[in-house]
């Protein structure tokens, strides 16, 4: 059978090396022969932020950043840097700090160089989100890509063990999603399962050893490769429910993403058997279900949105705001009884099953069940 696919090629610099961001970071800025420098970072940031922009003259340090990308938050943040005439936006932190200078971007048109503290990949796409009135909406714009990443595993060292493993393994849902997101081809599907391994293997190295930076990288390295194939791919089941209950329900971006992947992981996975298999070598398992249940176990992730915020209460609306959104190309159909018994099993922390019929009824979710023991990657 022929190959025949298409697929666009985001152009991004990439810059990677530990201790050597303050030093990327001022070459940046003299390469784009910027001179009016607004640094964008949360204020639990802020001392990272005036460490990595030692080097460079900053006109404005903005630190008004919310989850989710709030619109007036937004549109206020553009204000002052139109105010100041702001030529290069830096953002320092994790995704909701690179998501308002995406923000900004989207309108302005000013370029980006981001410098990520976390290991949530938005740094790698184009695509934006913004929060109005509890409801998430999300696109892509090619004006909100950074023009450069500068990656430094140091500015991770501080991040705790437990963000660490909810970050990477939001990295992990961009890799899942871009198997079947709806312009999934050869090329992102390659980067995706080169990203599953890498943060299969960091994420323990991490858990083992936060100081260590060998893990860090490899977790950082994955993420990047996470984003890229997402941006590429677009948007799947997973990242359609995981906007609508973080933008309805104010949830946790990665504590979210973590805990609702297995189950969109094993409703959709035995629809498709060929990127079943190649997600479970990825992990180095014998099923791509049982691959991320055990690397989950092993890191003792979240497992329950009960935990965070949701309530039963609110399904029956999420249901409602998730099913239009659902990708035709999803690879089974999702009726909303399926969204509902994904979302209580979500809800409680069941465990989704490791096998499920692609042609029946929605799994159900065993309790009892336990994933086979993680491999070592081959």
């Not at 949105?305 to 609306?317: A, N, Q």
Request: some cysteine; glycine content about 10%.
């Amino acid at each position: 059978m022929s190959l025949t696919f298409e697929h666009t090629t985001l152009g991004q610099r990439v810059l990677f090396g530990a201790g050597q961001v303050a030093e990327h970071l001022a070459a940046e800025v003299a390469r784009l022969g910027a001179e009016r420098v607004m640094v964008i970072s949360s204020a639990s940031e802020a001392r990272t932020a005036d460490e990595v922009t030692g080097r460079i003259a900053v006109t404005v340090h903005h630190r008004d950043v919310a989850p989710h990308v709030p619109v007036d938050k937004a549109k206020a943040a553009c204000d002052i840097a139109m105010d100041h005439d702001i030529d290069v936006l830096v953002s320092v932190g994790g995704g909701s700090t690179t998501g308002l200078a995406k923000a900004i971007a989207m309108v302005t048109g000013i370029p980006i160089i981001a410098v990520p503290t976390t290991y949530s990949g938005s740094e790698a796409t184009n695509v934006w989100g913004l929060t109005e009135q509890a409801r998430k909406t999300t696109g892509i714009d090619d004006k909100v890509l950074p023009v450069t990443v500068i990656y430094d595993a140091t500015l991770t060292l501080s991040l705790p063990v437990d963000l660490s493993v909810a970050s990477g393994m939001n990295g992990l849902a961009h890799c899942i999603d871009a198997m079947w997101g709806p312009r999934a081809d050869p090329i992102n599907r390659a980067l995706a399962g080169e990203g599953i391994r890498a943060l299969a293997a960091g994420l323990p190295a991490v858990n083992a050893d936060p100081t260590g930076l060998p893990g860090r990288e490899q977790v950082l390295y994955g993420a990047y490769l996470a984003g890229v194939a997402f941006a590429s791919a677009g948007s799947g089941l997973h990242h359609k429910i995981c906007h609508v209950l973080g933008g309805a329900y104010d949830l946790p971006h990665a504590q979210t993403h973590t805990i609702v992947l297995p189950h969109v992981l094993a409703f959709n996975a035995p629809a498709v058997p060929d990127l079943d298999a190649r997600i479970a070598a990825a992990f180095g398992s014998d099923s791509a279900v049982a691959g991320l249940g055990a690397l989950q176990a092993e890191l003792h992730a979240p497992t329950a949105l009960k935990d965070y915020g949701l309530t039963e209460k609110d399904i029956p609306e999420a249901v409602e705001l998730i099913l239009p959104a659902v990708p035709p190309s999803n690879p089974r159909p999702v009726t909303a009884d399926d969204l509902r018994t994904l979302l209580h099993a979500a809800y409680s922390g069941a465990r989704p099953a490791d096998t499920v019929d692609p042609t029946g009824t929605t799994p159900g979710n065993d309790n009892g069940a336990h994933p086979h023991p993680r491999k070592a990657n081959r």
